[in-house]
């Protein structure tokens, strides 16, 4: 199960679909996720990322997907 803060999460793309960003070699780069079950504090990406990809959270520190 991968999961990313809840801060990651941008703004709705849709039903359970959310835009992230995602930092690559140094650049960030927007992409949708489909997202599952979350908590107060993080979200269960279902589909759109890898394990060990850095997403942005809003504090705009990185944070890996877990």
Do not use: C, H, Q, W
């Amino acid at each position: 199960m991968l999961t990313v803060p809840l801060s990651a999460l941008g703004e709705s793309a849709g039903e359970s679909r959310y835009k992230v960003k995602v930092l690559r070699n140094g650049e960030t780069r927007e992409r949708e996720v489909v997202i599952g079950a979350r908590n107060d504090t993080d979200v269960v990406v279902v589909k759109g990322l890898e394990e060990g990809e850095e997403v942005v959270t809003s504090e705009s520190l990185p944070g890996a997907a877990k």
